[in-house]
C-alpha cells in the first residue's frame, strides 16, 4: 500500500493486532499510521509500544488519512463525533464493528468514497484469523488491495455478501469461544477419568491443535479423517455412540442457529 496513510478510531486489541501485523509484515512504516482513542489512554499505550502516532484530535488524526480503520466499540457508534461525516470525506472507511451494518455505518460515514464491513475473530491477534469482508458499492482496484493487505496482516480473509455476517459472526467470530468450551469439556473429561488437571490440559490442547494442523493439511472432509481413527467397535467408536445419541451435530448446529439469530438482532438494533 504505498504512499497510504491510515487512521485508527480506537486503540484497542484488534486495533492493535492490526498494527502490529502491518508492521511485522512491512506493509507500513510508523510514520504511516496514527491511532486515537476514548480518554486517550490506550491510544498512547499502543503508540508507546508500535512507534506510530497518537493524534491528539480528529482533525489532526484525519488531516492526512487515506484510510480509517473503525475500531472503538460497537455501541460506541450511536454517540460517534458528528464532525466524523466530514472529517471522513472521500476516505476508505472500514469498520470493524461486531453487528453494523454497511446501512448504519453509512449514517455516521456518509461521504466515505465506501464503505467496508468486516468480521474479525479473536486469533487475529497473533496473525491467525480468517475475516469475511463485504463492501458497500464494488471496490476499486487500489482499495481492494488495501483492504485485503489490511486484513491479511491478520491472517485470512474472504469476501462475502452482507447477507451472510450474521452467520459469519455465529460461525467464525463465535467459534473460538464454541471450541474453547469444547477443549475445557475434553480437559474436564479426561479429569474425570483419571488423569491429573495439567495433564488432562495438555493432552485436550495439543490434541485439538494438532487435529486442526492434519485437517488444515489434508484434502479430505473431516468425517474421512474421523474414520480414520475409528476402529470397528472400538473405543473411539465407543465414544462416537454417545455423541450420537446425545445429538451432538444437532447440538452444535442450534447453537450456530441461535448465534445467527442473536446477531440478527443486534445488527438492527
Not at 493439511?217 to 474414520?227: A, F, M
Request: proline share 5%; net charge positive; glycine share 8%.
Amino acid at each position: 500500500m504505498p504512499n497510504l496513510t491510515i487512521a485508527f478510531l480506537g486503540a484497542g486489541r484488534l486495533a492493535g493486532a492490526i498494527v502490529r501485523g502491518l508492521l511485522a509484515k512491512q506493509v507500513c512504516t510508523p510514520a504511516d499510521l496514527a491511532c486515537t482513542s476514548k480518554g486517550g489512554e490506550t491510544a498512547r499505550r499502543l503508540a508507546a509500544a508500535t512507534g506510530i502516532t497518537a493524534a491528539a484530535d480528529l482533525p489532526s488524526l484525519l488531516a492526512r488519512a487515506d484510510i480509517v480503520i473503525v475500531a472503538f466499540k460497537p455501541q460506541s457508534l450511536a454517540g460517534a463525533d458528528s464532525r466524523l461525516a466530514e472529517l471522513t470525506a472521500g476516505k476508505l472507511v472500514i469498520s470493524l464493528l461486531a453487528g453494523k451494518r454497511l446501512d448504519r455505518l453509512s449514517r455516521t460515514f456518509p461521504q466515505a468514497r465506501n464503505l467496508v464491513r468486516t468480521m474479525p475473530n479473536t486469533p487475529a491477534a497473533i496473525g491467525a484469523g480468517i475475516t469475511p469482508y463485504c463492501a458497500l458499492a464494488p471496490l476499486a482496484a487500489s482499495d481492494r488491495a488495501a483492504v485485503e493487505s489490511l486484513l491479511g496482516a491478520l491472517g485470512q480473509f474472504l469476501e462475502l455478501g452482507e447477507n451472510h455476517m450474521d452467520a459469519v459472526t455465529a460461525l467464525s467470530a463465535g467459534g473460538p469461544a464454541f471450541l474453547f468450551e469444547f477443549v475445557a469439556a475434553l480437559r474436564d473429561a479426561g479429569v474425570a477419568a483419571g488423569l491429573p488437571r495439567e495433564v488432562a490440559a495438555r493432552l485436550a490442547q495439543e490434541t485439538v491443535l494438532g487435529s486442526a494442523r492434519l485437517l488444515a493439511r489434508s484434502d479430505q472432509e473431516p468425517e474421512v479423517l474421523r474414520d480414520q481413527v475409528v476402529s470397528p467397535n472400538g473405543t473411539t467408536f465407543a465414544g462416537l455412540q454417545v455423541l450420537a445419541a446425545r445429538q451432538f451435530r444437532d447440538t452444535i448446529r442450534d447453537t450456530i442457529l441461535a448465534s445467527t439469530r442473536r446477531a440478527d438482532e443486534l445488527s438492527r438494533e
